[in-house]
């Protein structure tokens, strides 16, 4: 079993940029897949980014393409999204999760705590 640890939320103003960061633990793999999720206060949780295991494939939801940014470091476990232009609909709680399937978005699991990201005015 994976554990999923992220880091590096917080509160920015508009347009500024954050760095999530996601540590594995456990049974890692470069194989798996992983991906960032959000929910917002009273919305579903929803698709950020994925990327594949060897890290070549990479997706973004429309509402974040040209702005965020995912990457991985296999040495160290380790998978990390760039947020730049950040706007006040990013506020959200940010989860990491892995899938041994990077094409169906629904086996993607074994969450982390997330990390909250708070974008103000």
């Known amino acids: 079993q994976v554990q999923l640890v992220e880091s590096g939320g917080g509160l920015v103003q508009a347009g500024g940029s954050l760095r999530l960061s996601c540590a594995a633990s456990?049974?890692?793999?470069?194989?798996?897949?992983m991906g960032w999720f959000r929910q917002a206060p009273g919305k579903e949780r929803e698709f950020v980014a994925r990327i594949s295991g060897s890290g070549a494939l990479t997706d973004y939801a429309d509402s974040v393409k040209g702005r965020f940014t995912i990457s991985r470091v296999n040495a160290k476990n380790t998978v990390y999204l760039q947020m730049n232009s950040l706007k006040l609909e990013d506020t959200a709680v940010y989860y990491c999760a892995t899938s041994g399937n990077y094409f169906d978005l629904r086996a993607f699991g074994s969450w982390g705590q997330g990390t909250q990201v708070t974008v103000s005015s």
């Open positions: 456990g049974r890692t793999s470069s194989t798996y897949h």
